[in-house]
C-alpha cells in the first residue's frame, strides 16, 4: 500500500484493519492457565537450589579455613615459675621455718599440674610458744559466736572503738603489767586484776593497745617471742570481769614481723591494726630485693579465735613500698 492509497482510507476502514492485527494476539483463558502452570513449576526449583547454593558456600568456607589455618608447631614453652606466698611455716610445701639459731627459710621448687612453682615460705618462730587450737572458756558462757560473752562483760562507758589500752570499756585506759610469760590488766573501774599466762616459752616484752573489732573494749597485742629480725605476737581479748585470754589462731597464720634473705630471695612479714581486724602482709623478692609479690590478708578477732575475712589480695609492689609494712604497724607501743 502506497502513500496515495493510505491517505484514502476511511476512518472506519482503519479501525477494521487495526483490529483485525490486534485481536490474533489476545490472551485466552487457557494461556493465563498455561502462564501460571510455568510460574508454579519454577517456583517448586528455587527451595532446593538455595539450599544447595547455601551448602556449597559454606563448605568453602570450612575448606578455606582449614587451608587458612597455621600449622602446629613442634615448639614446647615452658611456664615461668609460679610464686606461691605461704604466710607460715604449716603447709606441706614448706621448708623448715626459722628456728632459734635464726636462719631463713629456704624457698624449694615443687611439680604440680600446671609445672614447676616456687614456694616462699615467710619466717617464722619454732614455737617456743606452742599455738592455741582451740579458743578460751568463759565461765558462765554457753553459746558460741562473737557476743556469747556479753552478759558477761560490765556494762560498756567508754566509747566506740574503745581508746587505746581501755580493755574493760569504762573509757579510761586500763593498768597493764608484763613480767616473763605473764601478763597482767589491772581495770580502772576497779575490781581484781586479770592475769594471762602465755604458753611455754613465751616471754611478753612489748604490748600495744588496739580496739581490732571497734565494740569498745580494747584488745591487748603483746609481743611474745623473737629469733633474730623475725618477731612473734599475740593477741588478747577482754572476755569477763577478771578474765582476759589469749585468742586461738583459728587461721592458722602467726602474727610475726620482719625479714629474712637466702640468697636472691627475701621474704618478709607485718601487720597493722584497725577496728576491722589486723592486716597481715606476706612479701617474697626473689629478684633481690627490688620488688616484692605480696599478700594482704585481714584477720577478725573474735571469741572464737583469730579468723581470717575474705579473700587475700595479692599485688606486686616495688622495695621501698612493700618494706615498710614488714613491722608491727599498731599504734603506740609499751614496755
Not at 79 to 107: H, M, Q
Not at 164 to 172: A, H, S, T
Not at 261 to 284: E, H, K, W
Not at 302 to 319: F, M, N
Request: with cysteine; aromatic share 4%; proline share 10%.
Amino acid at each position: 500500500m502506497n502513500g496515495s492509497e493510505q491517505s484514502q482510507l476511511s476512518p472506519q476502514e482503519l479501525s477494521r484493519l487495526l483490529h483485525a492485527a490486534v485481536d490474533p494476539v489476545r490472551p485466552s483463558p487457557e494461556g493465563y492457565q498455561r502462564i501460571q502452570a510455568g510460574i508454579e513449576r519454577r517456583g517448586r526449583w528455587r527451595v532446593p537450589l538455595y539450599a544447595a547454593g547455601g551448602a556449597v558456600l559454606a563448605g568453602l568456607v570450612v575448606l578455606s579455613v582449614l587451608l587458612l589455618r597455621p600449622a602446629p608447631s613442634s615448639q614446647v614453652v615452658e611456664p615461668a615459675n609460679r610464686v606461691s606466698l605461704v604466710p607460715g611455716g604449716t603447709t606441706v610445701r614448706s621448708s623448715p621455718s626459722v628456728g632459734s639459731s635464726g636462719t631463713a627459710a629456704t624457698p624449694r621448687v615443687t611439680s604440680g599440674p600446671d609445672g614447676p612453682s616456687q614456694t616462699a615460705t615467710l619466717p617464722v618462730l619454732t614455737p617456743p610458744i606452742s599455738p592455741l587450737t582451740t579458743r578460751p572458756v568463759t565461765p558462765g558462757s554457753t553459746g558460741t559466736g562473737p557476743d556469747e560473752n556479753s552478759p558477761t562483760r560490765p556494762p560498756l562507758l567508754g566509747d566506740r572503738p574503745a581508746i587505746p589500752g581501755d580493755v574493760d570499756g569504762d573509757g579510761k585506759a586500763d593498768t597493764v603489767r608484763l613480767s616473763g610469760a605473764v601478763v597482767e590488766v589491772t581495770p580502772s573501774r576497779g575490781g581484781a586484776p586479770a592475769r594471762v599466762v602465755l604458753p611455754d616459752g613465751a616471754t611478753a616484752s612489748r604490748w600495744s593497745g588496739f580496739d581490732l573489732d571497734g565494740d569498745g573494749f580494747s584488745e591487748l597485742v603483746v609481743q611474745i617471742g623473737s629469733s633474730g629480725d623475725v618477731k612473734q605476737f599475740a593477741v588478747l581479748r577482754f572476755m569477763a570481769a577478771g578474765q582476759v585470754s589469749m585468742l586461738a589462731d583459728a587461721a592458722e597464720q602467726p602474727v610475726i614481723t620482719g625479714t629474712a634473705s637466702t640468697g636472691s630471695t627475701t621474704t618478709g612479714a607485718g601487720f597493722s591494726c584497725s577496728t576491722n581486724g589486723l592486716r597481715l602482709v606476706a612479701g617474697v623478692s626473689t629478684d633481690g630485693g627490688a620488688n616484692y609479690d605480696v599478700t594482704t590478708t585481714t584477720i577478725a578477732a573474735t571469741i572464737d579465735g583469730l579468723t581470717k575475712v575474705g579473700t587475700p589480695s595479692r599485688s606486686t609492689v616495688p622495695a621501698a613500698t612493700a618494706t615498710t609494712s614488714f613491722d608491727a604497724l599498731c599504734g603506740t607501743w609499751n614496755p
